[in-house]
């Protein structure tokens, strides 16, 4: 089962790349703020193409790094009863929600997403305002993210496959 443990370990590499390298996106955010604050508030002098460059780039922000989140247990979860069971309970319980709730949600996701991509670049989408971006490449994001949240899903779930029967692998959680 070295194979299983070869998996985990890629996709996690290429999660933690994702997340690592566009979380510098936050600091990009915050000088633009800023730069949008001092442009309008001291010069009077706002910007057309401020607002919708942040928009796009914390969507891009967001989208990518939820499969690092992911990986790094960070999301949203209510542990009240989860909290409550033994290692192996655990393991059954997320493989159980990830089979029901993840993969049905994010597998429709990513086909639509595909779809959604697809038309944005058929027609070489822009933004309604007057800055007008192009769209399409911010649209291609929906897909890669929810890909690589699926990678990282299958990765969870086999890291609880071996738990439950520690002898396939090396991973212990």
Same mark, same amino acid.
């Given at each position: ?64 790094? $939820?499969?690092?989140? #992911?990986?790094?247990? @960070?999301?949203?979860? =209510? ?5 409550? +069971? ?58 890669? $993210?929810?890909?690589? #949240?699926?990678?990282? @899903?299958?990765?969870? =779930? ?5 738990? +439950? ?9």
């Amino acid at each position: 089962m070295k194979s299983l443990d070869t998996y985990v370990t890629v996709i996690e590499k290429i999660n933690a790349w994702f997340g690592k390298t566009f979380s510098w996106i936050a600091l990009l955010l915050m000088v633009l703020t800023v730069l949008e604050v001092v442009l309008r508030r001291f010069f009077n002098s706002p910007t057309i193409w401020n607002f919708e460059t942040c928009t796009h780039l914390f969507g891009l922000n967001f989208m990518i790094a $939820s499969a690092f989140t #992911l990986m790094q247990d @960070g999301h949203v979860s =209510v542990d009240i009863f989860r909290s409550r +069971l033994s290692k192996k309970r655990k393991a059954l319980l997320d493989i159980f929600c990830y089979l029901i709730f993840f993969f049905p949600f994010t597998i429709v996701m990513l086909w639509k997403g595909i779809d959604y991509a697809q038309i944005s670049w058929s027609t070489r989408e822009t933004s309604w305002s007057v800055f007008a971006p192009p769209l399409y490449p911010i649209k291609t994001v929906i897909p890669l $993210s929810f890909l690589l #949240l699926i990678l990282q @899903g299958v990765a969870n =779930v086999t890291r609880r496959v071996l738990i +439950l029967n520690p002898s396939k692998g090396d991973f212990h959680d």
